[in-house]
């Protein structure tokens, strides 16, 4: 392998971070916050698909996957909503305006927006889940009559967990988008539904021959969705899930997001579900 | 194909010296042989070999004084190319925010010297995994752009080499610069020489050779043919893929796991072994942070941590992952083996466990649909 051989002279290094400001930080939930950032340099955000994930890093501190949340129309800023759970992302979230990150990405497969034209779309999160999705649903908004039917099915821990409950309510308001949210647990001020996500399936309008399902939550919590929505007659290769695994480089040097013969970070996180089902239900995969 | 004495061998150290490479090779340490920085023939473990079976390893003298007689240790040239512990950058606080720097040191140009045809085909494989797809890993190329690759070719497998199952030896054949054959008859003492690239002719035309005369190709076919009947091990490849993808709960992997200490042995010693974890430094002050990348294994519980648990909780998840990995979903990534038939896995394992013998109990147990067409 000399220099002469095909592979080009100046490789660009995939692992180094470009610096990103902090524009802002918005807490969404007790223990979820939403990142506004703009590039330092003038060279601009780079574009990305609903569904893609950067690699954010805090200064000394260590670098993780994070999904994109933002509206891919708005391409001049990135949007991380981040729940913070340990290391990183707490130090993540004591960062304020002014604060730089660093940041690798646009990386990984996307939600299959394209393919839903002529269909109906039918989204189903849990949790922190709903933020790889809110991008996709941004996008079919804005192409709304390309679309059937369009149902969000969302289910949060507690009341007090539900994210983006402003534009939750605005969505609700669009009379073609059938919002729908229950809690696992409820509180006083609750007067919606109660129990798991996968009750709201068979309350959603939408032709299950001729659907696409965007799937995105806990693997246990995506199980019984999966389930339920081919329990409503949904086909496999129709239902698309996002898979999360330890991840270290993003571009398939660490190993560690291996998934069966998949890289998580280059062939998912998103997928079709008839491609990954005979691993789907492997335990220790 | 060419001669070289082995009285003139030591010109063959000047020769790729004076073209300003690092000679790495075989040297005897702590009774074991490894690769390292050689100054001079003299560095070469003359006069010894190895002896190598499950969970076996040891060094012995020879009753003669080959320079090659022997197969490959604990090392491999992965740790060169690749290496255990390496800076990705540095950021440096500035203002608000931060600078980050690549690392961007040019490697010395090294050369490798007696590179086995196994080794030939990981190195192959590892230019795959960080050259071949769709992101290039820089540091990697650096090095492998800027290296001599001189292989002896295999005349003594020992008792955990299976190359011929895994077609990669024991004859060195592409992506080499120069391959040696090493002859010993008697007193005579002597090495046939190939060039297998532009820098291996640029080499061998400074050498004292003399050409081969008919009748000796032969000896070193005769000599390779046997070396290729006498593998200390074998595999049978035929649809591997499919019986491992087809076997995620047989029950040897809970065989394999009861023996197996997920000690990470494996995969430090595997030529083709990639995986790797980083490690964030930052110094006293908070001004000065580091990337490093550093080895990882499959067989460590914090391999597969993700925020709630991990993911393979169990030794049989993880020997599972690795065997699985190495035979059959290597095959979908990258279009080749992970397994290149070098042993070193079986031989370095504490437990003896031999990847060719689980492959046949595997085999061997199968449910009916082994049997159909
Ligand atoms: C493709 C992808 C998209 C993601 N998108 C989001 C998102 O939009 N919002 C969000 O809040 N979280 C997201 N996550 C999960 C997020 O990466 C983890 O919560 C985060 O890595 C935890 O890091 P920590 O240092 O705070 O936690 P610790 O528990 O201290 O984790 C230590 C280290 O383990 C690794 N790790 C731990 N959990 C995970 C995990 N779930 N996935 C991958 N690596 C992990 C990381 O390297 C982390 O630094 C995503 C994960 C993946 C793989
Ligand atoms: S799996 Fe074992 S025999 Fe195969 S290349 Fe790796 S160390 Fe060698
Ligand atoms: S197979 Fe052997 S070398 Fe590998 S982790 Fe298990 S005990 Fe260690």
């Known amino acids: 392998m000399r220099k002469e051989s095909h592979l080009v002279e100046e490789t660009v290094d995939p692992m180094v971070p470009r610096p990103f400001v902090v524009r802002e930080s918005r807490e969404e939930t007790r223990d979820a916050f939403t990142l506004t950032l703009e590039p330092q340099e003038a060279n601009g955000a780079p574009a990305f698909e609903p569904g893609q994930f950067n690699m954010i890093y805090v200064f000394g501190v260590g670098e993780v996957p994070v999904s994109i949340s933002g509206d891919p129309r708005q391409p001049e800023v990135l949007v991380h909503t981040v729940r913070a759970v340990g290391g990183v992302t707490r130090a993540l979230q004591k960062l304020g305006p002014g604060d730089i990150v660093g940041v690798r990405g646009p990386f990984g497969s996307a939600w299959p927006v394209d393919k839903a034209k002529g269909k109906d779309v039918v989204i189903v999160t849990g949790g922190i889940g709903l933020a790889p999705l809110r991008p996709a649903v941004c996008q079919i908004l804005g192409q709304r009559e390309k679309i059937g039917k369009f149902a969000l099915l969302y289910g949060a821990r507690t009341p007090k967990d539900i994210l983006y409950r402003e534009q939750l309510g605005q969505w609700r308001s669009n009379l073609d988008l059938q919002v729908r949210v229950t809690v696992d647990n409820a509180t006083r001020d609750w007067y919606g539904t109660v129990g798991v996500v996968t009750i709201l399936i068979h309350k959603a309008r939408f032709d299950p021959a001729n659907t696409i399902a965007m799937v995105c939550g806990p693997e246990i919590m995506m199980r019984f969705v999966v389930q339920e929505l081919i329990k409503e007659r949904m086909r496999e290769q129709d239902i698309y899930i996002s898979m999360e695994r330890n991840m270290k480089c993003a571009v398939g040097f660490c190993g560690h997001c291996q998934y069966g013969p998949n890289f998580i970070c280059k062939d998912g996180p998103v997928f079709r579900f008839s491609d990954v089902r005979h691993l789907f239900g492997l335990r220790e995969i | ?373």
């Open chain 2, 1 to 373: 194909m060419k001669i070289l004495e082995r009285n003139n061998f030591h010109r063959l150290f000047d020769v790729l010296k004076e073209s300003g490479f690092d000679i790495i090779g075989p040297t005897l340490q702590d009774q074991a042989i490894v690769y390292d920085h050689l100054e001079g023939v003299e560095d070469l473990p003359e006069g010894w070999t190895d002896e190598q079976a499950p969970g076996k390893y040891r060094v012995k003298k020879r009753n003669d004084k080959a320079l090659f007689g022997y197969v490959v240790g604990p090392t491999s040239w992965k740790k060169f190319l690749y290496p255990p512990r390496q800076k990705l950058w540095s950021a440096q606080k500035a203002g608000s925010g931060f600078e980050v720097a690549a690392e961007e040191g040019v490697p010395q140009k090294m050369a490798f010297l007696g590179v086995r045809s196994c080794e030939l085909a990981a190195i192959a494989v590892q230019d795959k995994i960080f050259c071949g797809g769709s992101f290039v890993d820089p540091h990697y190329k650096k090095r492998r752009e800027n290296v001599f690759l001189a292989a002896v070719n295999c005349a003594e497998p020992k008792g955990t080499c299976f190359c011929v199952s895994m077609n990669t030896g024991p004859r060195a054949l592409g992506g080499l610069d120069l391959s040696l054959t090493e002859m010993i008859e008697g007193e005579r003492h002597y090495f046939f020489l190939r060039s297998g690239s532009a820098e291996g002719e640029k080499v061998l035309s400074r050498l004292p050779l003399k050409d081969a005369e008919g009748g000796q190709q032969k000896k070193e076919d005769a000599l390779l043919e046997e070396a290729r009947r006498h593998m200390g091990r074998a595999m049978d490849t035929r649809d591997i893929k499919r019986l491992l993808y087809d076997n995620p709960d047989h029950p040897q992997w809970d065989k394999a796991a009861e023996r197996c200490l997920s000690c990470a042995n494996c995969t430090m010693a595997c030529p083709t072994c990639f995986c790797s974890t980083v490690e964030d430094v930052s110094d006293l002050t908070g001004e000065h942070a580091e990337r490093w990348r550093k080895w990882d294994s499959c067989f460590s519980l914090e391999f597969s941590y993700i925020h709630g648990g991990n993911v393979r909780q169990s030794t049989k998840g993880r020997y599972r992952q690795w065997m699985t990995h190495k035979l059959a979903s290597w095959q979908d990534q990258f279009g080749t083996s992970g397994c290149v038939g070098c042993g070193r896995c079986i031989s370095w394992c504490p437990a003896g466990i031999d990847i060719t013998e689980e492959v046949k109990a595997i085999r061997a147990d199968q449910p009916a649909r082994a049997e159909s067409p």
